[in-house]
T-cell receptor, first 113, second 114 residues
Framework: AQSVTQPDIHITVSEGASLELRCNYS??????LFWYVQSPGQGLQLLLK??????LVQGIKGFEAEFKRSQSSFNLRKPSVHWSDAAEYFC???????????FGSGTRLLVRP | DAGVIQSPRHEVTEMGQEVTLRCKPI?????LFWYRQTMMRGLELLIY????????DSGMPEDRFSAKMPNASFSTLKIQPSEPRDSAVYFC????????????FGEGSRLTVL
């Protein structure tokens, strides 16, 4: 079955600290992987995506993610968090034969001043 | 570009009433998706269209829900009759075939059914 697991419901970090949000997926074919961010009252915005090639992908707002096929993971990282990064983050998986994206349950990031 | 436009942003209605949510996708996008977001179930895909044709409606919860896309620039999601458990944020998203996977989301319609 196709699924995405984000094991952390909430994460709190101090401003300036590093961040890693976890994402594990189950997908029968070659996965296309995405991270989206949702600010309160807003829709989802794409941070970055992985289709093929270099397993370390760079996104907007200083985020990056690394695809690890052996671990079925696509963790999101940022070296130094800003207060404006407080939001909910969603990992999603799709495939070239499917136009559907399956979303994880989300991780809410809180940033301490 | 204007982005995906949804209306209304907020809707409060009473149980049994008909609700219609509207979406204008980004011009040139040939796929349109309706998602529902709740605390309990997260983001669920309800239905999606390609070139105005419904492709997969397996996520539509029951017959009370229906969606149409009469042309490339407009889609509706209708709930009739509405129930309190339909309370959620409903998102519309669109994409181009050439831009694999990347969805552009509207700001959502928050529905409250009393």
């Amino acid at each position: 079955a196709q699924s995405v697991t984000q094991p952390d419901i909430h994460i709190t970090v101090s401003e300036g600290a590093s961040l890693e949000l976890r994402c594990n997926y189950s997908y029968g074919a070659t996965p296309y992987l995405f991270w989206y961010v949702q600010s309160p009252g807003q829709g989802l915005q794409l941070l970055l995506k992985y289709f093929s090639g270099d397993t370390l992908v760079q996104g907007i707002k200083g985020f990056e993610a690394e695809f690890k096929r052996s671990q079925s993971s696509f963790n999101l990282r940022k070296p130094s968090v800003h207060w404006s990064d407080a939001a909910e983050y969603f990992c999603a998986v799709g495939g070239d034969s499917s136009y559907k994206l399956i979303f994880g349950s989300g991780t809410r990031l809180l940033v301490r001043p | 570009d204007a982005g995906v436009i949804q209306s209304p942003r907020h809707e409060v209605t009473e149980m049994g009433q008909e609700v219609t949510l509207r979406c204008k996708p980004i011009s040139g996008h040939d796929y349109l998706f309706w998602y529902r977001q709740t605390m309990m179930r997260g983001l669920e895909l309800l239905i999606y269209f390609n070139n105005n044709v419904p492709i997969d409606d397996s996520g539509m919860p029951e017959d009370r829900f229906s969606a149409k896309m009469p042309n490339a620039s407009f889609s509706t999601l209708k709930i009739q009759p509405s129930e309190p458990r339909d309370s959620a944020v409903y998102f519309c998203a669109s994409r181009q075939t050439s831009n694999t996977g990347e969805l552009f989301f509207g700001e959502g319609s928050r529905l409250t059914v009393l």
